[in-house]
């Protein structure tokens, strides 16, 4: 009974989301093509409860960890900003808002992240989207940094990296929100995942509103760990 109403909720949740612009700074990594979908008002497909309550974990823990720095951490010189920061791409308001500033020339930023995310960390640094969701709080802000503090959503360890202005990211950031402003609902940018060796999609198109319409050969299915996979229908070619 109560199950049912919470899950119903946070579903309901996100539809009155999907009217947001999508042109913001957290999606300078995400698929120029979702980004699309979203921009010219396609209909999307509602996340699995699951998938969404893993996303509200994730911005609980986050606020929590927001809240820690601001009791223990009140000696160092950390605002919190409640305002929009901006930057144009064409004539596009690209929009963004960062956790706080340090100092007059740092950005911070808090994310939590899984253990097998975390453990990579060390091996193959901050993950690519992350990166360049920072570069645009950068670009937008004129700073000389952002240090991104992670926490182990598993675990509960806690890593600080450091990320620095790099013009060719900004480029490619660039050209993605371009890419988006300058399509047309007939003519969406080209995809930027491709199918595993295993044949199913990746995470990201896993946890995308839009890989119905984007991967009509695919279906929904849920793992054994009940983690949502696409996978290609049965009796359906592969097209090379």
């Given at each position: 009974?109560?199950?049912?109403?919470?899950?119903?909720?946070?579903v309901?949740?996100?539809?009155?989301?999907?009217?947001?612009?999508?042109?913001?700074?957290?999606?300078?990594?995400?698929?120029?093509?979702a980004?699309?979908?979203?921009?010219?008002?396609?209909?999307?497909?509602?996340?699995?409860?699951?998938?969404?309550?893993?996303?509200?974990?994730?911005?609980?823990?986050?606020?929590?960890?927001?809240?820690?720095?601001?009791?223990?951490?009140?000696?160092?010189n950390?605002?919190?900003?409640?305002?929009?920061?901006?930057?144009k791409?064409?004539?596009?308001?690209i929009?963004?808002?960062?956790?706080?500033?340090?100092?007059?020339?740092?950005?911070?930023?808090?994310?939590?992240?899984?253990?097998?995310?975390?453990?990579?960390?060390?091996?193959?640094g901050?993950?690519?989207?992350?990166?360049?969701?920072?570069?645009?709080?950068?670009?937008?802000?004129?700073?000389?940094?952002?240090?991104?503090?992670?926490?182990c959503?598993?675990?509960?360890?806690?890593?600080?990296?450091?990320?620095?202005?790099?013009?060719?990211i900004?480029?490619?950031?660039?050209?993605?929100?371009?890419?988006?402003?300058?399509?047309?609902?007939?003519?969406?940018?080209?995809?930027?995942?491709?199918?595993?060796?295993?044949?199913?999609?990746?995470?990201?198109?896993?946890?995308?509103?839009?890989?119905?319409?984007?991967?009509?050969?695919?279906?929904?299915?849920?793992?054994?760990?009940?983690?949502?996979?696409?996978?290609?229908?049965?009796?359906?070619?592969?097209?090379?």
């Amino acid at each position: 009974m109560i199950i049912d109403q919470i899950l119903q909720g946070i579903v309901n949740e996100r539809k009155d989301e999907a009217h947001r612009s999508p042109l913001r700074m957290s999606n300078s990594g995400k698929c120029a093509k979702a980004i699309a979908y979203q921009y010219h008002g396609f209909p999307s497909e509602p996340l699995p409860a699951r998938s969404l309550m893993v996303f509200r974990l994730g911005h609980t823990i986050e606020s929590e960890v927001k809240e820690l720095i601001k009791k223990y951490c009140s000696h160092l010189n950390i605002t919190y900003p409640i305002t929009t920061i901006t930057y144009k791409v064409g004539d596009q308001i690209i929009e963004g808002h960062v956790d706080g500033f340090i100092d007059n020339d740092g950005i911070l930023e808090v994310k939590s992240i899984n253990g097998m995310r975390f453990k990579m960390l060390d091996r193959e640094g901050v993950p690519p989207d992350y990166v360049k969701q920072c570069v645009s709080y950068l670009k937008a802000t004129g700073r000389k940094y952002v240090l991104v503090l992670f926490y182990c959503k598993d675990t509960s360890h806690l890593k600080e990296m450091i990320i620095k202005y790099d013009v060719e990211i900004d480029q490619e950031i660039d050209t993605r929100f371009l890419s988006v402003i300058q399509s047309t609902k007939e003519k969406l940018p080209a995809r930027e995942y491709a199918p595993l060796k295993s044949g199913q999609l990746p995470w990201q198109c896993s946890y995308c509103s839009f890989t119905q319409p984007c991967w009509p050969d695919y279906e929904l299915k849920f793992d054994k760990n009940n983690k949502p996979q696409w996978v290609k229908k049965k009796n359906i070619p592969d097209i090379d």
